[in-house]
């Protein structure tokens, strides 16, 4: 039980997410941990101090200028007593506070003053996400060695669809207990991870691609990150948010995908999880394709493209020492992902199913059968962030015990 006994100090800024924090304190009590709770002044605007103090079985921290406060606690002492600070919902306003390093409430000072680690779930509008303001704010947070989970992509509470949703409870408290259990456990160690789908050119308007969201792929990346890695993200085009903390590389074609790869050895670790088209269109028209007048449909020529993560685990001496791929399966998932894994000469492949059935392609969870040189082992069924930091734990593990290096 990881959680069992820390100390985590959750600030609680004025979002409309901050209703969810009550059930993020009450797993972390039912774990163990104990949650001392600070409230910028907006947040008790959308959740009572009551209901907080109830839950974290605690008294809530507000008001810097309190003097008891200063006297039994100190707000010095209140963000060191802290195994881990998180900060959710993190607000576009509170992230802009802490990158310009204010300390104009209890909150803010606590996060100026600590030496702990912090961990923040970011939620807001998605304009507010996407604003060159905060991107810049979250880009010098990162930097600084500030840990994100989330935000997730999805409709809001504003209406507007798009990244900005906080995190859920549950994959926060994964974030949570990732970063407390493995505490940097990658730190000076580089990862390389693929996600989301290509783009295949048939001319100038017009792809073959797939449904891939890249949900799964940027988790891992984020996974990574937290645990100290210094992570490469080589996507294809996807709606999410760009993991913080993450170096991330846009490409469209598997080609290009492929150069990426490459270009970012040596890695530790790689994790191949983009849905790369097997085939593209053997040329692409140099101008859009126009119907022609016998009413004939054109006939596309295909050419089978690179295969990144067979090319990533027989890259010899540039070999990172863990190569890790997916399996999406419709059938035979187990037997076919086992073929996969000595085909493609990777040390791990991650087997999901994928028939529509399963809501996995595009959707939030995964189903997956974990296989290995000893074996398989079946996950249960949870959600892709959770997925993330069960298989970063593993590679944690795993190149520990390898010595990490490539
Ligand atoms: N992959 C890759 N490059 C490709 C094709 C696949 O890197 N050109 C990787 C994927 O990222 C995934 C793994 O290979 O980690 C398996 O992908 P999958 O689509 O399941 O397998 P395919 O090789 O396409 O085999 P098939 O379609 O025959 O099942």
Known sequence: MVLDGKRILLVIAGGIAAYKCLELIRRLRERGAFVRCVMTRAAAEFVTPLSVAALSEDKVYGDLFSLTDEHEMGHIRLSREADLVVVAPATAHILARMAGGLADDLATTLLLATDKRVLVAPAMNVRMWEHAATAANVATLAARGILFVGPREGPMACGEFG?????????????????????????????????GPTVEPIDPVRFIANRSSGRQGHAI??????????????????????????????????????????????????????????????????????????????????????????????????????????????????????????????????????????????????????????????????????????????????????????
């Open 221 to 406: 990346a984020a996974a990574l990150a937290r645990r100290g890695a210094a992570t490469t993200l080589v996507t294809g085009p996807t709606a999410l948010a760009d993991p913080p903390g993450v170096t991330v590389v846009r490409v469209e074609t598997a080609r290009e995908m492929l150069a990426a790869a490459l270009a970012a050895l040596p890695a530790s670790v790689a994790v191949c999880s983009a849905a790369v088209a097997d085939w593209r269109p053997a040329e692409a028209a140099a101008q859009k394709l126009k119907k022609n007048d016998a009413g004939k449909a054109p006939r596309i020529a295909l050419a089978e493209n690179p295969d990144i993560l067979a090319t990533l685990a027989g890259a010899g001496n540039r070999r990172p020492a863990l190569v890790v791929g997916f399996a999406a399966e419709t059938e035979n998932v187990v037997e076919n992902a086992t073929a996969k894994r000595a085909r493609k000469g990777c040390d791990w492949i991650l087997a999901n199913d994928v028939s529509p059935a399963t809501g996995t392609f595009g959707g939030a969870v995964n189903t997956i059968h974990w296989i290995t040189a000893s074996g398989v082992e079946a996950w249960p069924r949870m959600s892709k962030e959770a997925v993330a930091e069960r298989l970063a734990e593993r590679i944690a593990a795993a190149l520990a015990a390898k010595g990490g290096r490539p």
């Open 163 to 195: 990244p900005g949703r906080m995190a859920e409870p549950a994959d926060i408290l994964a974030a949570i207990e990732g970063t407390l259990a493995d505490d940097g456990a990658l730190a000076g160690l580089r990862a390389l991870v693929t996600s």
